[in-house]
């Protein structure tokens, strides 16, 4: 099992990598050494290492910025600082850059392979974890494989026989009562569809994947869009649809295509749940940082009790006003994980009888490329670190 894990000793004195690789080799490890930062981290993209061993203080790259660097090679190698000026400060800035723990010199033999057993079983437990984390991503991929074949496929051909049988010129003249059956058994069917599309689209939402489409854009055009889109259906419910914003908006930061997909998605709800001559309120505003659009409605509110449910899987709020209006229960699911997966937010403030107001909130095109870019933080080290050649027998320091 040993010899599965490889150690990388990085640090400017000679004694200490020929020791710590002498111990570490006897315990069955494989091992590699290197002089100072900028070799160890081409050793790391060589070999890659389960386990690191990195000197805070060395020439040229420091060992605050090693560690930095490792976790753009490997986000679940494990670290190890070893310093001869070990401080709170020290530590604690190590293990912000992703140190697992350190160890202080002079140590002992047995104190390294103690520290060396905790790192790779640290290591061990990564691993296990990342794998599990990709057979769920897997089975999930087979689970929208399933759905989409096996369930998806068999819908479409169904509604398509509902379509040519209750068209007349076809098939041939109905009853009355056989055209009313048919035409409730195609809208169960058109329900069922759109559970199923709602469903795929719910488990479609990976945060990486809308990593790759963000950009900075406008949001009021996107806003204008969505409201012109679902203009019909406000219409048909004698619903009024109204746009502010301010002038000088900054830009958002996200994917305009899933992002789109939430804003009709609250708007259309704002429309389904309002009353006859009412009126949805789109705005668009800066809030603590953040750019946040208000989406508010006249319509029926959402019961106190319900508020912190409506956001999950299938919930839907009951009541009269409620019944005879169709939906899945997924809609605002769906818009959370799509926010969330844009790093913003989305709250919820209503009264009942007299409306509700749902905020998205989202991160500014400036603000979001200056979280991008990773802060380095070089600190000033202390003198030169002692190594104490009595607990670790190794070659002596090249002057």
């Known amino acids: 099992m040993k010899k599965e894990f490889k150690i990388l000793i990085i640090d400017d004195e000679a004694a200490i ?8 080799s006897k315990e069955g490890y494989f091992t590699e050494t290197a002089e100072d930062g900028s070799v ?3 050793k790391a993209k060589e070999t890659k290492p389960d386990l690191v061993l990195v000197d805070l203080k060395m020439p040229g790259i420091s060992g605050m910025e090693v560690l930095e660097s490792l976790k753009d090679i490997d986000p679940d190698i494990v670290s190890i600082v070893i310093t001869g000026y070990a401080t709170i400060e020290s530590a604690v800035e190590a293990m912000k850059l992703g140190a697992y723990d350190y160890i202080p010199k002079p140590f002992t033999p047995d104190e390294l392979r103690l520290i060396t057993r905790r790192g790779l079983e640290k290591r061990r437990l990564l691993l296990e974890t990342s794998a599990l984390r990709q057979e ?3 089975m999930e991929e087979n689970f929208i494989s399933l759905v989409t074949h096996e369930l998806r496929s068999p819908l479409i051909a169904v509604k398509q026989y509902f379509d040519v049988i209750l068209d007349e010129e076809i098939s041939g003249k ?12 195609s809208e169960r069917i058109d329900g069922l569809m759109k559970l199923v599309n709602d469903w795929l689209q719910m488990m479609g939402i990976r945060e990486d994947e809308v990593a790759k489409r963000t950009q900075a854009f406008d949001l009021k055009p996107l806003l204008k869009e969505a409201i012109e889109l679902l203009k019909p259906l406000a219409d048909k419910s004698d619903v009024a649809l109204q746009l502010k914003s301010l002038d000088d908006i900054p830009r958002a930061y996200g994917d305009k295509i899933t992002l789109k997909h939430v804003f009709m998605n609250i708007i259309s709800n704002g429309i389904k749940y309002n009353r006859k001559e009412g009126k949805v309120t789109v ?25 912190p449910l409506i956001f999950d899987q299938f919930y839907r709020v009951r009541g009269k006003g409620t019944r005879k209006l169709i939906g899945t229960g997924l809609g605002l699911s769906i818009a959370r994980k799509i926010v969330e997966a844009h790093k913003g937010q989305i709250k919820v403030h209503s009264t009942l009888g007299k409306g509700s107001t749902f905020t998205v909130l989202l991160p500014k095109a400036q603000q979001s490329r200056k979280q991008n870019k990773s802060a380095k933080k070089v600190h000033k080290k202390g003198a030169g670190l002692n190594f104490n050649p009595t607990s ?8």
């Open 17 to 24: 990598r020929d020791s710590c690789s002498q111990v570490l």
């Open 40 to 42: 160890g981290l081409e």
């Open 136 to 138: 769920k991503k897997q």
């Open 174 to 185: 109905l009853k009355e009562k056989q055209k009313e059956m048919l035409s409730r058994a």
């Open 283 to 307: 705005s668009l505003r800066e809030e603590g940082g953040l750019l946040a659009v208000d989406i508010a409605d006249t319509g029926m509110g959402i019961p106190e009790e319900s508020l």
């Open 392 to 399: 670790i027998k190794g070659g002596q320091r090249n002057e």
